[in-house]
């Protein structure tokens, strides 16, 4: 209720009345906008009523858009892992909001057939190094390994070499652009993480055997830089020398840089193993080549040693190389054995 003046008496009536009670004027003669409303006035909502329909309203749309917000999330990729596999960011980031679990388990198909992957898993899986660490800073376990047997820093140290070399060592063969920096911000994110840089997966290699295998000269040098030991052994008692031996390459550099790296930390060139006693050497001249051969017997290989081999019996590394015909090789171990 409202109340109005009277323009016959001015004095003050309510806008309900059918009359001013002073003067006896009618409602149409007090107000004659409403005379052809049939006197009746037309009721003003109050404003706490607006605000109720506006905040109704305003709800309406944040649940229809959070439900759509959802409903794309999960329809789009129907799981984190497989949001991640796809490198899709912005759906994991969407799903992780929320509230799926980050470490939780599915299979995606493909290479991986129906083995289940954790998101950071087929994000190191995939070398998705930007991806891997969205996961990371969003609580991803690093220190869980996936159905094959291999931590997420494993997956990082398997990485191509990042150049092929000719046979002189100097011709460029092939070179791989692939995001050094961001792989090794991941390692270290890792590492951080509670990734241990000495983890042994099903094989019982450490990350450091797996980066040696693969000749990936920076990630050997971060994770000896972090501690990795240059001496762990593999189930057969292989060092990550051993495995360094044993690749017959053309990357000459790499070969050189990770001996170097090795050495300096430490590493023993007569390191031998469980099973036959075979030497990094022995290695060397069964399966590797000349450069390898050359680098152990400067540092120190003791070219006398013999080892026991299931294709040759007890051979010296010498021996060893007449036998699998590589004279070449045989020629610099001959330059360092005794006379």
Same mark, same amino acid.
């Given at each position: 209720?409202?109340?109005?003046?009277?323009?016959?008496?001015?004095?003050?009536?309510?806008?309900?009345?059918?009359?001013?009670?002073?003067?006896?004027?009618?409602?149409?003669?007090?107000?004659?906008?409403?005379?052809?409303?049939?006197?009746?006035?037309?009721?003003?909502?109050?404003?706490?009523?607006?605000?109720?329909?506006?905040?109704?309203?305003?709800?309406?749309?944040?649940?229809?858009?959070?439900?759509?917000?959802?409903?794309?999330? #999960?329809?789009?990729?129907?799981? +984190?892992?497989?949001?991640?596999?796809?490198?899709?960011?912005?759906?994991?980031?969407?799903?992780?909001?929320?509230?799926?679990?980050?470490?939780?388990?599915?299979?995606?198909?493909?290479?991986?057939?129906?083995?289940?992957?954790?998101?950071?898993? +087929?994000?190191?899986?995939?070398?998705?190094?930007?991806?891997?660490?969205?996961? #990371?800073?969003?609580?991803?376990?690093?220190?869980?390994?996936?159905?094959?047997?291999?931590?997420? +820093?494993?997956?990082?140290?398997?990485?191509?070499?990042?150049?092929?070399?000719?046979?002189?060592?100097?011709?460029?063969?092939?070179?791989?652009?692939?995001?050094?920096?961001?792989?090794?911000?991941?390692?270290?994110?890792? +590492?951080?993480?509670?990734?241990?840089?000495?983890?042994?997966?099903?094989?019982?290699?450490?990350?450091?055997?797996?980066?040696?295998?693969? #000749?990936?000269?920076?990630?050997?040098?971060?994770?000896?830089?972090?501690?990795?030991?240059?001496?762990?052994?593999?189930?057969?008692?292989?060092?990550?020398?051993?495995?360094?031996?044993?690749?017959?390459?053309?990357?000459?550099?790499?070969?050189?840089?990770?001996?170097?790296?090795?050495?300096?930390?430490?590493?023993?060139?007569?390191?031998?193993?469980?099973?036959? /006693?075979?030497?990094?050497?022995?290695?060397?001249?069964?399966?590797?080549?000349?450069?390898?051969?050359? #680098?152990?017997?400067?540092?120190?290989?003791?070219?006398?040693?013999?080892?026991?081999?299931?294709?040759?019996?007890?051979?010296?590394?010498?021996?060893?190389?007449?036998?699998?015909? /590589?004279?070449?090789?045989?020629?610099?171990?001959?330059?360092?054995?005794?006379?």
């Amino acid at each position: 209720m409202a109340l109005i003046e009277c323009r016959g008496c001015a004095k003050q009536v309510s806008d309900e009345a059918t009359a001013c009670p002073s003067c006896g004027r009618s409602i149409m003669e007090v107000r004659p906008e409403i005379a052809n409303t049939g006197g009746c006035l037309p009721k003003r909502m109050p404003r706490l009523r607006w605000k109720l329909k506006l905040l109704v309203m305003v709800s309406v749309v944040t649940c229809v858009g959070g439900a759509v917000f959802v409903w794309g999330s #999960l329809f789009e990729f129907g799981n +984190i892992v497989k949001a991640a596999a796809h490198g899709n960011t912005s759906a994991v980031r969407r799903l992780l909001w929320l509230g799926v679990d980050v470490n939780a388990r599915a299979a995606v198909g493909g290479l991986t057939g129906k083995k289940k992957f954790t998101p950071l898993q +087929i994000a190191a899986f995939d070398r998705s190094w930007g991806m891997c660490c969205l996961l #990371l800073d969003s609580g991803a376990d690093p220190a869980v390994a996936d159905e094959e047997g291999l931590y997420p +820093i494993h997956r990082l140290a398997m990485h191509e070499a990042y150049a092929l070399y000719d046979i002189d060592g100097k011709t460029l063969l092939w070179s791989q652009d692939s995001n050094l920096k961001a792989q090794l911000e991941t390692l270290h994110r890792l +590492i951080s993480s509670r990734a241990g840089v000495n983890f042994r997966d099903k094989e019982g290699r450490t990350a450091l055997h797996v980066a040696v295998e693969w #000749l990936n000269v920076d990630v050997v040098n971060e994770l000896v830089k972090n501690g990795a030991d240059v001496q762990s052994r593999d189930p057969s008692g292989r060092t990550p020398l051993h495995y360094l031996a044993a690749h017959n390459f053309l990357s000459r550099e790499s070969v050189g840089s990770i001996f170097g790296i090795l050495l300096d930390n430490g590493a023993d060139v007569n390191a031998k193993t469980l099973a036959g /006693k075979v030497t990094p050497l022995h290695d060397a001249a069964y399966l590797g080549e000349v450069q390898v051969a050359e #680098l152990l017997c400067k540092h120190g290989a003791d070219v006398s040693a013999v080892a026991s081999l299931s294709r040759y019996g007890k051979v010296t590394p010498l021996e060893c190389a007449l036998k699998a015909g /590589k004279n070449d090789l045989a020629d610099v171990i001959r330059k360092y054995a005794p006379r």
